[in-house]
């Protein structure tokens, strides 16, 4: 089972990017995909999720600016990160979620780093 991350770097404040988050060894249509973000010694945040249908919802300060999609042929979930600000300045990691009858299945990505800075 493996989930990896791709598609962060250093960009300018109001500058794009475009997060990629691979799966392999499970059935990632059949699994939620969040990305989350976490800052040194902070907890890890939510930032979107997407559901096995498609349903998206997002925290409140990235509405408008970041989108989360799936691409299931290709076992992949994607956040487009659009007018970017230094405070969305973190690593950022991809999870795929299954709630099964007895126990819950949570992967990890290794995360990727976004940096925001002039």
């Known amino acids: 089972v493996q989930l990896v991350e791709s598609g962060g770097g250093l960009v300018q404040p109001g500058g794009s990017l475009r997060l990629s988050c691979a799966a392999s060894g499970f059935t990632f249509s059949t699994y939620a995909a969040s990305w989350y973000r976490q800052d040194p010694g902070k907890q890890r945040e939510l930032v979107a999720r997407?559901?096995?249908?498609?349903?998206?919802d997002y925290l409140d300060t990235v509405k408008g600016r970041f989108t989360i999609s799936r691409d299931n042929a290709e076992n992949s979930a994607y956040l487009q990160l659009n007018g970017l600000k230094p405070e969305d300045t973190t690593v950022y990691y991809c999870?795929?979620?299954?709630?099964?009858?007895?126990?819950?299945?949570?992967?990890w990505g290794q995360g990727t780093l976004v940096t925001v800075s002039s």
């Open positions: 999870k795929a979620a299954k709630v099964f009858p007895e126990r819950r299945v949570n992967y």
């Open positions: 997407i559901t096995r249908d498609g349903t998206t």
